[in-house]
């Protein structure tokens, strides 16, 4: 089993930033791919936002047009989702996911973006 625990999510002006922190516990050992989700509203299922594998190979959704930057650690302890630039379709929840022979998510953190 693999434990996540999201932060830092919370309420931004518009073109402000928000760094979002994922902490894994338990059987990380074959973990080989890090990553972040979101659901936002009126758009049915999760979306990639950004994601890291073991190799520091990342991939990043369409929409985040170099505006996110996700870095992991050596440990594969944390995985980090610094916020750029943020819009108001950005608001919504964002998940951590871990994968290594299935998925493990996190509970969410809600992002609100909004004057």
């Known amino acids: 089993q693999v434990h996540l625990v999201e932060s830092g999510g919370g309420l931004v002006q518009p073109g402000g930033s928000l760094r979002l922190s994922c902490a894994a516990s338990g059987a990380i050992s074959l973990v080989y791919r890090m990553g972040w989700y979101r659901q936002v509203p009126d758009n049915g299922g999760r979306e990639l936002v950004a994601?890291?594998?073991?190799?520091?190979?990342?991939q990043y959704g369409d929409f985040v047009n170099g505006r996110f930057v996700i870095t992991r650690d050596g440990a594969k302890t944390t995985v980090d989702l610094q916020m750029n630039s943020l819009e108001p379709e950005d608001t919504g929840v964002y998940y951590c996911?871990?994968?290594?022979?299935?998925?493990?998510w996190g509970q969410g953190t809600q992002v609100t973006v909004s004057k």
């Open positions: 996911q871990f994968r290594q022979w299935r998925e493990y």
């Open positions: 994601w890291i594998n073991t190799d520091n190979n990342t």
